[in-house]
C-alpha cells in the first residue's frame, strides 16, 4: 500500500461519481440522446461534482485515521461521522441510509441501527478498506463492522467484500488474477457464512428479528454472479451485453447483486484503462454514479492518480472536500499505517459543507425537471 494507492482510490471515486452523476436514473438509450458521450462532466457548466459515493468513502478514511484501524471503536466512530453527515442535508441519500443515521440520532447504537436492506450503499464505500487492509481476514471484518451500520441484509456486506477484495488485488504490482481474485472471494464469503451461521443459531428470539435466517446463504448467488462475471470476460464479451444478460435493459439498479457484478465485470475487463472502464459501466445506464464510483476506487487504487486523466481531475469543482483536501486524506491515511496511536483526520467546516449541499441540490433539482423535457 502506497500513497500512490491511496489517492488513487479516493479521487478515482469521486471522478467516476462526479462523470456518472448526470447520468444516474437514466436509461442506456435515453442518456445517450439526452446527455451525449461521456468525453467530458456534464452536470454543472462542464464541472463535476461527487454525491455521497465519495462523501462516504471520505467518512470511512477518516474514521480509520481517528481509530488507529481498531476495529472495536471504528464502528462508533463511523456511526457518530454518518450522524453529523446526514445533518448536513446531503442530496440523494439512500433510503436505507436515511433510515439507519435516523436511528443513529435516536440513539440506537451501531450493532442495531442498520436496516434489513440488499442496497448497493456499503458497496460504494468499501474501496478504500481494500485500498488500505493488508491481511484478508481483517478487510472481511473491517468491511463487515462498516456495512452493518447501515444495511443488515447479508447481501449488502458480501456486495461490500467483492468490491474491497478487488482494490486489494487491484493495487498489486502483477496484473490482475481474475481465478485467484474469485477463489479469494469464495473462501472469504464461505468463511464469513459459517461464521454468521454460528452467531445466529446463538442470537435471542429478538435478535432473529433484525437478521433473517435466508441471508445466512446469500453466499452462491454472489459466487455464481462474480463467476459469470469472470467468463464473460475471458470470452471479451462487454460490460454493456453483460448487463443486458443480467436482464438489466433500463440500467443498473441500486440491488447491490446488480451493482458488484457488473463493476467487478467493468474492472476485469479494464484493469488499468481508468478511462474504459469508467466510460463501459455508466454506459450501462441505471444507478450510474454508484457503479462508476466503485469502478474508479478499484482501478483508481491500482493506477494511482497518474492514471486518472487530468481533465476530469482538475475540473472536478468541489468544496470544501475538494481535490487537493482528498489527496491530503489519502496522505494521512497512509502515514496513520505506521503511527501506533490515533492521530486527528483533517477536518471539514460543518457550515461550508451545508452551504455546498444545498448548493448541489439545486442542481439537482434542474437536472430533475430537465428529465421532464424530450428527447425521450
Not at 443513529?104 to 442495531?112: D, E, R, V
Not at 463487515?144 to 449488502?156: C, F, G, Q
Not at 473462501?187 to 432473529?208: C, G, K, P, V, W
Not at 447491490?256 to 457488473?262: A, C, F, G, R
Request: glycine share 8%; proline share 5%.
Amino acid at each position: 500500500m502506497t500513497k500512490s494507492h491511496l489517492r488513487g482510490c479516493i479521487l478515482g471515486t469521486a471522478v467516476g461519481d462526479a462523470l456518472g452523476l448526470p447520468y444516474e436514473g437514466v436509461s442506456p438509450r435515453r442518456a445517450q440522446k439526452m446527455l451525449g458521450s461521456l468525453d467530458r462532466y456534464r452536470f454543472f457548466f462542464r464541472r463535476g461534482m461527487v454525491s455521497d459515493d465519495t462523501e462516504h468513502t471520505c467518512l470511512v478514511a477518516q474514521s480509520l485515521i481517528a481509530t488507529n484501524f481498531d476495529l472495536e471503536t471504528l464502528p462508533q466512530d463511523f456511526a457518530c461521522r454518518l450522524r453529523w453527515w446526514v445533518l448536513a442535508l446531503p442530496a440523494g441519500i439512500g433510503r436505507a441510509t436515511l433510515r439507519a443515521c435516523l436511528k443513529l440520532w435516536i440513539g440506537y447504537s451501531p450493532a442495531t441501527s442498520g436496516v434489513y436492506s440488499a442496497g448497493n450503499g456499503p458497496a460504494m464505500r468499501a474501496a478504500i478498506i481494500g485500498a488500505v487492509i493488508d491481511d484478508l481476514e481483517d478487510l472481511e471484518m473491517f468491511t463487515w463492522e462498516i456495512s452493518r451500520i447501515t444495511h443488515l441484509d447479508m447481501k449488502a456486506a458480501l456486495g461490500a467484500i467483492a468490491v474491497a477484495l478487488a482494490a486489494h488485488h487491484s493495487r498489486q504490482p502483477k496484473p490482475v488474477d481474475a481465478l485467484k481474485y474469485l477463489s479469494q472471494l469464495k473462501l472469504i464469503i464461505n468463511r464469513m457464512s459459517n461464521q454468521l451461521q454460528i452467531n445466529f443459531d446463538a442470537m435471542t428470539e429478538e435478535e432473529h428479528k433484525l437478521r433473517k435466517p435466508e441471508q445466512i446463504d446469500s453466499n452462491r448467488e454472489l459466487n455464481y454472479l462474480i463467476q459469470a462475471a469472470v467468463v464473460s470476460v475471458s470470452i471479451k464479451e462487454s460490460t454493456q451485453n453483460f448487463a443486458l444478460g443480467l436482464g438489466l435493459k433500463k440500467g443498473v439498479t441500486g440491488y447491490t447483486y446488480h451493482t458488484v457484478p457488473v463493476a467487478i465485470h467493468a474492472w476485469l475487463s479494464h484493469p488499468r484503462d481508468y478511462r474504459a472502464a469508467v466510460m463501459c459501466v455508466i454506459e450501462c445506464g441505471g444507478d450510474a454514479d454508484t457503479t462508476a464510483a466503485i469502478v474508479g476506487g478499484i482501478v483508481g487504487c491500482g493506477v494511482g492518480e497518474e492514471g486518472i486523466p487530468k481533465e476530469w481531475l482538475s475540473k472536478l469543482w468541489e468544496w470544501p472536500r475538494s481535490v487537493n483536501w482528498m489527496r491530503r486524506l489519502a496522505d494521512q491515511l497512509a502515514d496513520s499505517k505506521n503511527h501506533s496511536k490515533p492521530m486527528e483526520p483533517i477536518k471539514l467546516n460543518f457550515i461550508a459543507v451545508l452551504l455546498r449541499n444545498l448548493f448541489f441540490l439545486v442542481i439537482v433539482i434542474l437536472h430533475g425537471f430537465r428529465r421532464l423535457l424530450p428527447p425521450y
